[in-house]
């Protein structure tokens, strides 16, 4: 699995492709840590907006989805908004699955 | 088709490598792989994190197969008793904010594949999940 990170002003996006798996989950997992708490790093603003591009996702897990649904909980608190945006067949599956689609997806 | 995997969560790569030929073999529907692929994420996941109560290496078999109309998914291990077809349903329903942030893998195994039975055989836990295939794939 790979994540690139993309960012303008207090809006990041992690662009997430290949298998969101147990392991997967653990690096997604960490690269939005990274930018909860790794402000100071690269002078990076507070994020106001995470987005979670699942586009290139091949597949997603319950650690995927635990991931998401935990730092969407952490950036309400913090008046922000983390969101997935454009979900794969495979990882709006998945979502829908959960219940938490029409809560994490970005509507257009 | 069997496998058998150690213990460590690397090892299911290797798991992956042989679902996919065998779907690919047995020409079964896309949709019927992804089931039998997220079931055991999920389930091998909790067997190698909760099973164990020692640090010993131990051996999952995972056997895969086409019966008439059925994909047929079992996996065999030898960790303590746990049945997951009496756990509790995970309620989808809540608001986010109220949701437990656990369930979810079994939930999901409930909800890709048509039939989870479970067996305790000499001393070990034997889950048996069935995905019904489309008229044309069977």
Do not use: W
């Amino acid at each position: 699995m790979d994540i690139q990170k993309n960012i303008a002003g207090d809006s990041y996006e992690l662009l997430v492709s290949g298998r969101v798996d147990g392991e997967g989950a653990n690096r997604l997992d960490e690269g939005i840590l990274a930018i909860l708490f790794n402000k100071n790093k690269d002078n990076q603003q507070d994020p106001k907006k995470i987005y979670v591009n699942l586009s290139g996702a091949t597949f997603l897990c319950s650690a995927g989805v635990r991931a998401l649904m935990q730092h969407s909980r952490t950036m309400k608190t913090r008046q922000g908004e983390l969101l997935v945006t454009r979900p794969s067949l495979e990882a709006a599956e998945v979502l829908k699955m959960a219940g938490v689609y029409e809560h994490l997806v970005e509507k257009i | 088709m069997e496998i058998i995997l150690k213990n460590r969560p690397e090892e299911k790569r290797k798991l992956l490598a042989a679902l996919e030929s065998f779907v690919c073999a047995h020409q079964l529907p896309p949709a019927a792989g992804r089931a039998a692929d997220l079931a055991l994420e999920e389930h091998l996941t909790n067997v190698m994190e909760y099973a164990y109560d020692d640090r010993r290496e131990h051996e999952i078999r995972v056997r895969l197969d086409v019966n008439g109309a059925h994909l047929v998914v079992e996996v065999e291990d030898d960790g303590r008793a746990f049945d997951p077809t009496q756990a509790p349903e995970a309620d989808t329903s809540l608001p986010l904010d109220q949701r437990p942030i656990g369930g979810l893998g079994i939930h999901f195994i409930r909800r890709c594949m048509d039939e989870v039975r479970y067996q305790r055989q000499a001393n070990r836990n034997v889950l048996r999940m069935i995905k019904r295939l489309p008229a044309a794939a069977a």
